[in-house]
């Protein structure tokens, strides 16, 4: 059998070798070009969907957790500018504004829902103690937040009376703490105050940072002191109604030395 020629083993070095080097550069240049065009492309389609495309704009405003507020009022404040780019939807300043101008939200989430809604989850305060003036009812929330006024006071919701007195003590204890910080001190009192007394509770008395006491229905009163601990308060108080239930006076204003009076 003949052996390989040169001219064959020539033309397989050349086989082996592959193109020339020029023009496995051009073809590689070539597919860079193409997919840089590519991603070109792409990114203007992306750019038009979002910004240009009719589909992709707001359309809807939803409205949720509402309790009190009208739905219709959240969206005529919220003013999310129908027909503009969800995308370009500026939803911390729909937020901010929510909570600027309608206190009685607590919390707001403003979500693009794709491809043309806009979702408010709203949480609205809710009061624990109200202020009476002038007829009417400034709801507080837990957080001792004035953050609305009503005609009717809402069931079940005790009021609030800062009857500070003008002795040097409590005058004293309003200079210092301020009457935000009593507000707050008479928050955290009903919110220690056990269920079933919290039901029977209608006035929580401030007269000074230490002396907060509950009014109850059927005339009983509990001598409460400061809100510090709150839990045991709580549990001693209803030891102490449960040990003497014809009491009108309970005083837990130091739990480990609690005392009750009348009948």
């Known amino acids: 059998m003949a052996g390989t020629t040169a001219a064959e083993r020539g033309d397989r070095q050349r086989e082996s070798s592959g193109p020339p080097p020029a023009r496995r550069f051009a073809r590689r240049r070539l597919r860079l070009v193409l997919a840089l065009a590519a991603l070109v492309l792409v990114s203007a389609g992306g750019v038009w969907l979002l910004y240009g495309s009719p589909w992709l704009r707001a359309q809807k405003v939803a409205v949720s957790g509402t309790r009190v507020l009208a739905p219709e009022r959240v969206r005529a404040v919220a003013d999310v500018p129908v027909g503009d780019p969800l995308v370009s939807v500026d939803t911390g300043a729909v937020a901010s504004r929510l909570r600027r101008e309608l206190p009685r939200i607590d919390t707001v989430d403003v979500v693009r829902s794709w491809p043309d809604g806009i979702s408010l989850k709203v949480v609205e305060r809710t009061p624990v103690l109200l202020v009476e003036k002038g007829g009417k009812f400034i709801e507080v929330d837990d957080e001792g937040v004035r953050f609305a006024t009503v005609s009717k006071a809402p069931r079940g ?13 409590a005058a004293a204890s309003l200079r210092r703490f301020g009457e935000p910080r009593l507000v707050r001190e008479a928050v955290r009192v009903a919110g220690a105050v056990p269920d079933e007394v919290a039901r029977d509770t209608r006035v929580v008395k401030v007269r000074s940072y230490d002396a907060i006491s509950l009014e109850l229905s059927g005339g009983r009163t509990v001598a409460w002191g400061s809100s510090e601990k709150g839990r045991a308060k709580a549990r001693t108080l209803t030891a102490l109604m449960k ?8 005083d837990v204003s130091v739990p480990t030395a609690p005392a009750s009076s009348g009948s």
């Open 157 to 169: 919701i005790p009021l609030l009376e800062l009857a500070v007195s003008r002795s040097s003590s």
């Open 243 to 250: 040990a003497a239930p014809g009491a009108r006076h309970f």
